[in-house]
């Protein structure tokens, strides 16, 4: 399946489930990206194939006639749609838990977002907010901009497509591009890798997702890269970690927020103006940098110096994303 296929089936399932009122076909094709650039009949052949596609996968689509109304109406009724209660054994958990980071930073969610913009920019109720989670849980999305270059190698991987990327060696601040073959996007104690070919060193190599800088480029066509037979992927990211001294940063947060934050330090003091004094360990600034960038106004990284021009250049770089 396509991608833009599965965005638009996903669109469809989110608008029929946040809608309060069933919705007509046109109330349909105006919200849902993926319908509105075509004619009234290619419409109407995709999006009978998408309904049928969907009870087919166990998704159920009513249809409600209204006496008052011309049109019939579509919504998925959240009763027949949500899964009754599942218990886990840790293990199974944990897997599901590391499907959800790759999830969480899954592009689709902007899509996703966008077709309940429409839906109340076109007047229509809606139960789910719009950019958050669904309502009752049925359906989550969340971006998570820990590790910015994520989404990006994540498509080279998927698209077999050479990139190349400005990397900060360990234990060092000089940054050297580079150009790798991606193989595959690793998770490894909490941390994301990239395993691929380095062009550069005529090597296999894994990259820390945290220390690439700027922007990954797509470099030539996809289809290009070609992952070896039998390459381990969890092994070459399977050296030790570099050892890191434990530091402590200083950070004001904004009183009233960021409750996550506050149980993860090791101390909070009370402030002035508004704002509290928090005591966070760390041994990545990096790391550190992309959370206390991705908690936004709420919070200032004051110490050390080093983490702290971490957020600064974070922050810049989001500024020249959005202006650009």
């Not at 429409?118 to 999305?141: F, I, N, Q, Y």
């Amino acid at each position: 399946m396509s991608r833009r296929k599965t965005e638009r089936l996903l669109n469809l399932v989110i608008c029929l489930l946040a809608t309060r009122r069933p919705l007509s076909a046109e109330q349909i094709r105006q919200a849902v990206p993926g319908y509105d650039r075509d004619g009234d009949e290619a419409f109407q052949r995709m999006f009978e194939r998408d309904k049928n596609e969907l009870r087919e996968i166990g998704i159920p689509i009513d249809v409600v006639r209204d006496p008052w109304e011309d049109e019939p109406g579509y919504r998925i009724e959240r009763e027949s749609y949500e899964l009754p209660e599942i218990t886990l054994e840790p293990d199974e958990a944990a897997v599901l838990g590391l499907a959800a980071q790759v999830w969480q930073r899954a592009s689709l969610a902007e899509a996703a977002s966008g077709a309940l913009l429409k839906l109340r920019a076109g007047g229509v109720a809606t139960d789910a907010p719009v950019g958050g989670s669904m309502s009752g849980g049925a359906l989550e999305l969340r971006v998570d901009t820990r590790d910015p270059a994520f989404p990006a190698l994540w498509d080279a991987v998927r698209e077999r497509r050479v990139v190349r990327f400005d990397y900060r060696a360990s234990g060092s601040e000089t940054v050297r591009s580079r150009t790798v073959e991606p193989w595959g996007v690793v998770s490894r104690r909490g941390r994301w890798y990239l395993a691929g070919f380095d062009r550069d060193r005529n090597a296999p190599r894994a990259f820390r997702l945290s220390r690439i800088a700027g922007q990954v480029a797509a470099v030539g066509k996809p289809g290009a890269v070609e992952v070896p037979q039998g390459v381990d992927l969890r092994a070459m990211v399977g050296f030790p970690d570099e050892t890191q001294e434990e530091r402590v940063a200083l950070v004001r947060v904004r009183q009233g927020t960021c409750e996550g934050l506050r149980q993860l330090a090791r101390a909070v003091h009370a402030g002035s103006g508004g704002w509290d004094e928090a005591e966070l360990t760390f041994s990545d600034p990096e790391r550190l940098a992309g959370w206390m960038a991705s908690l936004g106004a709420d919070v200032e990284l004051v110490q050390p110096p080093d983490a702290r021009e971490a957020v600064i250049r974070r922050l810049k770089g989001a500024a020249h994303e959005w202006v650009g």
